[in-house]
């Protein structure tokens, strides 16, 4: 009873964490129908810049926050004009670029930082939910993740913009005729998904030590759930980070962490040979 | 003799979008059918059930008799069924010899069969003097003959056209009308995809129309012409 | 139509054409004998091993354009697969070359068989997510107690047992340049057969697929065959590779994995060379390697950035020159084999 507790509610708290990274994942999957094999360094990146910020700045926390996301973004927006604008009349282009970029961020924080992993201030203390005891942080991500979910969902039902960026992800060519300019909304999401590679990074890192290649596991995951989902599917998204949360939970719990790396590969190769589309994609 | 082709009741559905709403067609061997409606009525999604490249919701595909509803489009190939694809369709790196000779490489095991097989094809379409060249130096007419040389070299009982006379003069379309007129003659059945009426009224023998993803005529092209379902679709475009 | 373009170029000709390259390759296996120093003998060696990786690469990734992250996981299996079967059955490394091959490749084929199947980006970014997943495993536990964890696997290396025999001072060299003529004949044998392959009309349809897939698919070309083929061909080469490697470079360890190690430098030849046409390639995975290995003392782990900035560029520019070269080969291939059809008739 108590471990179904704990493998509820951690399963609920990674469940929402995968769902924001995933989220700003496929936003531009969705808008350029390409994956930017660059988001994981993303993540990364804006936990080493946090980092650099306090300790070696001595800037304020959420100064140092604020400061790491606007450059994350800012990294972010570099990354897609330079080198998956210009490269996405030819797919193969974009995942040798994006993950050159991938490499470059893990090398060159390699040589910078060391392979010793580095944490961020950890928001300390306990509460007791259900009778399991959850570090304050953790509940902290979750409200934040949530927040942002939140957000995002308003963002792209809710505005003009967020429209869209709904359009150009169902059709390029609808959306040119309805008079969208599609490279304009893959530049509104080359930002957005810095913001959330950003703010994912600086939550988990004081949760999950960064190293240069911490980068991967998460765009694995964020790459698992989007296929689940079904690419440009939202709800599907949401479905999928909560069956992906909930296995890795349980089968850490039952089989040891070490497995629980296979669950991503596991799960999109069962998805490619039973729902080539995901889980709830309407078949081409 | 039954007939060629047989589709039945084929349904296909994009989202909520009925692109194609249970028709029925049946082809005889050595016909030349038109297929006709306007922008968005179904007839490339008809198309693509028929080469297999979309799989239909409901209903069923016969081909000599046989289903074929589950084969994939290289079977249905290899079978007899041909298609060229809307604008131009080529490999655009490959020289116009490959673009030909590589579908009937894999439909003859017989490596020498395959290659005077691509010979006959590039004479019937009078590509030789362009087997070297790449696609991209050639004129629309040209890319079209290499499509439609490569619809040929499988040795199709049944020849898919999805709109190919778009882009082309008045002088070449009569060039492609003049090919496909032959090659009826020799018994080879055709479907031909058009926006318009004109050019197929002379040459087909029967017209399938298409509204909104059903048939709402199958006859004689005289006749189409005085049906007057037909005549309100095309208000303005006959 | 000219006579002139189907004219059919004489025996005699083409032998002499080759023969600047045969002169080359003369030279460059000369080498070990006109006193090339150890350590120089060893990276050629890595160098020809590589060339496998480079060729797998092409083979493939070059011509269906279906690029293969992946290729690490391939080399990796097959190199843990010469260290299991030497740890846990006791077979000597020269016996579990072979196998270890055919191990990682049936390994390969399994595992792509489903996003073979789908197009799109899906092959892609499942071959990346593989080999980073084994890394994780290798080390971690339960796995770590079997596969070796941090420290890999050791066991005696390819001949070692015979070099022992020999007096001292021989031995290094005897085992250098062995190795660098094993690994020189494969990576020969390898290249021709790809060479074959990658212009046959079996390359061609990889081709076709790469240029067009749905069009390819139909017209007649059974693609989803075409592609698990080519992939399990591709797959082989890269994992003859890493059994060779491992067999000649004990202990294994999980930095095989690592796509910087043995995926970057082979990337980089292809496609500075020109994706699908294996001769730029080859002849760029030499000089990218070498200059790679110069770079080490030079750059360190820059090095891997500096390739990985190169390596975007190229991307980014895709030098029309190479596409030119594969259309002037192209060229010659359809002559000879229309020429060929006048002749027989
Ligand atoms: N792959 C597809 N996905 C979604 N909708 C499609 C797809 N293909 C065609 N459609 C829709 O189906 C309808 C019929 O299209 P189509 O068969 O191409 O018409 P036609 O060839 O007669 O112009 C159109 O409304 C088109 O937008
Ligand atoms: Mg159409």
Redesign the pocket.
């Known amino acids: 009873m108590e471990e179904f507790k704990y493998i509820l509610i951690f399963g609920l708290l990674h469940s929402l964490t995968y769902l924001v990274f995933s989220l700003g994942f496929s936003l531009i999957f969705g808008v350029a129908r390409l994956p930017n094999l660059s988001y994981g360094a993303l993540y990364v990146f804006a936990g080493y810049a946090t980092y650099i910020f306090l300790t070696q700045l001595g800037l304020d926390f959420s100064l140092a926050v604020i400061a790491s996301t606007l450059l994350t973004a800012t990294t972010s927006f570099a990354v897609g004009e330079f080198t998956i604008k210009p490269a996405m009349k030819f797919p193969v282009s974009v995942f040798i670029t994006t993950m050159a970029v991938a490499y470059i961020f893990e090398e060159f924080f390699r040589i910078q930082m060391g392979l010793r992993p580095v944490t961020l201030p950890l928001y300390s203390g306990t509460t007791t939910v259900m009778g399991v005891p959850v570090s304050n942080h953790w509940l902290l991500v979750g409200l934040v993740s949530l927040l942002m979910v939140l957000a995002l969902l308003l963002f792209l039902f809710k505005t003009s913009i967020g429209r869209a960026v709904r359009a150009v992800a169902e059709?390029w060519e609808e959306s040119m005729r309805l008079g969208i300019n599609p490279l304009k909304v893959l530049r509104v999401t080359f930002l957005l998904s810095g913001v959330y590679a950003a703010l994912t990074g600086i939550l988990l890192t004081p949760l999950k030590a960064l190293t240069p290649g911490s980068g991967w596991t998460p765009l694995f995951t964020a790459f698992a759930v989007v296929v689940m989902g079904g690419i440009g599917n939202v709800l599907g998204t949401v479905i999928a980070s909560l069956i992906y949360g909930f296995t890795e939970q349980l089968v850490t719990y039952m089989l040891g962490g070490g497995i629980a790396r296979v669950v991503p590969l596991v799960l999109i190769v069962l998805v490619l040979v039973f729902r080539p589309h995901g889980l709830f994609g309407r078949g081409? | 003799m039954g007939k060629l082709l047989i589709c039945d009741n084929v349904t296909?559905r994009?989202?909520g979008?009925v692109?194609?709403n249970r028709v029925s067609v049946e082809v005889s061997r050595g016909e030349l059918l038109g297929l006709i409606?306007?922008?968005?009525?179904?007839?490339?999604?008809?198309?693509?059930l028929i080469s297999g490249v979309?799989a239909p919701d409901e209903g069923r595909v016969l081909f000599e008799g046989r289903d074929i509803t589950k084969l994939k489009p290289h079977e249905r190939v290899a079978l007899g069924i041909s298609r060229i694809f809307?604008g131009m369709r080529v490999y655009p790196y490959l020289p116009v010899y490959y673009n030909v000779e590589l579908s009937a490489r894999s439909v003859f095991k017989d490596a020498k069969l395959a290659r005077s097989k691509t010979i006959w094809a590039l004479t019937t379409t009078k590509l030789l003097a362009e087997t070297l060249e790449l696609p991209a130096n050639l004129t629309p007419y040209k890319i079209k003959m290499v499509e439609l040389a490569r619809a040929l070299v499988t040795n199709p009982k049944l020849v898919l056209l999805?709109?190919p006379f778009a882009g082309l003069s008045p002088e070449e379309v009569s060039e492609v009308i003049e090919i496909v007129r032959k090659l009826n003659g020799n018994g080879l059945t055709f479907i031909i995809?058009e926006?318009k009426l004109r050019y197929l009224m002379k040459i087909v023998g029967r017209v399938v129309v298409?509204n909104e993803?059903r048939k709402i005529f199958d006859g004689a092209p005289s006749e189409a012409v005085n049906n007057e379902e037909v005549s309100r679709v095309y208000f303005g475009v006959v | 139509m000219s006579k002139l373009v189907f004219a059919k170029p004489s025996k005699i000709k083409k032998v002499r054409k080759l023969l600047p390259s045969l002169a080359v390759v003369a030279i460059y296996l000369a080498l070990p004998i006109m006193g090339l120093s150890g350590f120089w003998i060893d990276v050629l060696t890595r160098v020809n091993i590589f060339l496998l990786i480079t060729l797998s690469l092409d083979l493939y990734s070059g011509t269906t354009l279906y690029l293969n992250l992946g290729v690490p996981f391939t080399v990796g299996a097959s190199a843990y697969a010469i260290a299991l079967l030497n740890r846990y059955l006791g077979i000597p490394v020269e016996y579990a070359i072979l196998p270890s091959a055919a191990i990682s490749a049936v390994l390969s084929f399994a595992i792509f068989i489903p996003s073979l199947r789908v197009r799109g980006a899906y092959f892609s970014i499942l071959s990346l997510l593989l080999p980073i997943i084994l890394a994780g495993l290798v080390t971690s536990q339960p796995f770590s107690l079997y596969l070796g964890g941090e420290g890999g696997i050791s066991y005696p290396p390819l001949f070692f047992s015979y070099a022992r025999t020999l007096p001292a001072r021989e031995r290094l060299f005897f085992l250098s340049a062995s190795y660098f003529y094993i690994s020189a004949a494969v990576a020969i044998v390898a290249y021709v057969i790809c060479y074959k392959v990658a212009y046959s009309d079996f390359g061609f349809m990889m081709r076709s697929i790469g240029q067009d897939e749905l069009l390819a698919e139909a017209s007649g070309i059974d693609t989803f065959r075409v592609k698990l083929v080519g992939f399990t061909a591709s797959s082989f080469l890269s994992a003859v590779a890493g059994a060779l490697y491992a067999a000649m470079r004990p202990p294994v360890t999980a930095d095989v994995f690592i796509p910087a190690n043995t995926l970057v430098p082979s990337l980089t030849a292809v496609i500075l060379g020109g994706m699908g046409t294996v001769v730029g390639p080859a002849i760029a995975n030499h000089l990218t390697l070498i200059t790679y290995e110069v770079l080490w003392g030079v750059l360190g782990r820059w090095r891997i950035i500096l390739y990985m900035c190169l390596l975007i560029v190229l991307v980014l520019l895709r030098p029309q020159g190479f596409v030119f070269y594969l259309y002037l080969r192209l060229k010659r291939a359809v002559s000879t084999k229309i020429s060929r059809l006048f002749e027989g008739a």
């Open positions: 059709s081409e | 296909k994009f989202g979008l692109a194609v409606g306007p922008n968005g009525s179904g007839k490339t999604t008809l198309v693509n979309l809307q999805d709109e995809v926006h298409l993803g």
